[in-house]
């Protein structure tokens, strides 16, 4: 499974990340991320604090720092970072927190810069009623637009949400009939309404810049 999940993060992020050197890896856990960035050239470094993870890391032959993340930018001189990345990490923070980190990403990441925080997406509510509350790490859930308001705020420009990983296997499926009544098309409408709302993408991600 974790070989899938970061073949999916390759997918989603490697090839904005590629361009945006050197990335921070914010939470970055056992390394895998790290690992596969340095694999591609693409020079990275990461802070978690977790010990046992970290060593797990460090044994991946990657940069990685023990210790608190805002602590570690606070020390990262202004404007000195290509891209920061957080998977799956914000929603297990403070709100203050979450605040403080977004403030001093912006402030740390050089002109261009790329911010991509990814996290688990409350709008899509079987998200709220399954796996997010099976987490009892998890502090509060972001709701997509709020986290966009809040990068916005802090300055950061070309604000953007990317959605992931629907939950289709929750999904209600369309009645396909070519001979069916006209009102079909309504039914249809709604199956397609309540698949967003309630077994819409599973995961999200802000992906900010910068100004020039």
């Given at each position: 499974?974790?070989?899938?999940?970061?073949?999916?993060?390759?997918?989603?992020?490697?090839?904005?990340?590629?361009?945006?050197?050197?990335?921070?890896?914010?939470?970055?856990?056992?390394?895998?991320?790290?690992?596969?960035?340095?694999?591609?050239?693409?020079?990275?470094?990461?802070?978690?604090?977790?010990?046992?993870?970290?060593?797990?890391?460090?044994?991946?032959?990657?940069?990685?720092?023990?210790?608190?993340?805002?602590?570690?930018?606070?020390?990262?001189?202004?404007?000195?970072?290509?891209?920061?990345?957080?998977?799956?990490?914000?929603?297990?923070?403070?709100?203050?927190?979450?605040?403080?980190?977004?403030?001093?990403?912006?402030?740390?990441?050089?002109?261009g810069g790329l911010f991509v925080a990814e996290t688990p997406n409350p709008a899509s509510l079987v998200v709220l009623g399954n796996s997010y509350?099976?987490?009892?790490?998890?502090?509060?859930?972001?709701?997509?637009?709020?986290?966009?308001?809040?990068?916005?705020?802090?300055?950061?420009?070309?604000?953007?949400?990317?959605?992931?990983?629907?939950?289709?296997?929750?999904?209600?499926?369309?009645?396909?009939?070519?001979?069916?009544?006209?009102?079909?098309?309504?039914?249809?409408?709604?199956?397609?309404?309540?698949?967003?709302?309630?077994?819409?993408?599973?995961?999200?991600?802000?992906?900010?810049?910068?100004?020039?």
């Amino acid at each position: 499974e974790a070989d899938v999940i970061l073949a999916e993060l390759k997918f989603r992020y490697f090839d904005l990340l590629r361009a945006h050197a050197p990335v921070l890896d914010v939470g970055c856990g056992r390394g895998e991320l790290l690992a596969a960035l340095v694999e591609e050239g693409i020079e990275a470094t990461g802070v978690d604090s977790d010990a046992e993870m970290v060593t797990e890391a460090l044994e991946r032959g990657v940069t990685v720092q023990l210790g608190d993340a805002l602590a570690y930018l606070r020390a990262v001189p202004q404007q000195s970072l290509g891209a920061v990345v957080a998977v799956q990490v914000l929603e297990h923070l403070p709100f203050d927190a979450v605040l403080e980190l977004i403030e001093l990403v912006r402030s740390r990441l050089r002109p261009g810069g790329l911010f991509v925080a990814e996290t688990p997406n409350p709008a899509s509510l079987v998200v709220l009623g399954n796996s997010y509350i099976l987490d009892p790490t998890h502090v509060r859930p972001l709701h997509p637009s709020l986290l966009a308001f809040l990068c916005e705020t802090a300055g950061f420009r070309d604000v953007r949400l990317s959605f992931w990983a629907p939950a289709e296997d929750y999904q209600l499926k369309p009645i396909d009939d070519p001979d069916a009544p006209p009102w079909v098309a309504h039914i249809n409408a709604a199956f397609a309404q309540l698949n967003q709302v309630l077994f819409g993408p599973q995961d999200y991600a802000v992906i900010a810049i910068t100004p020039p």
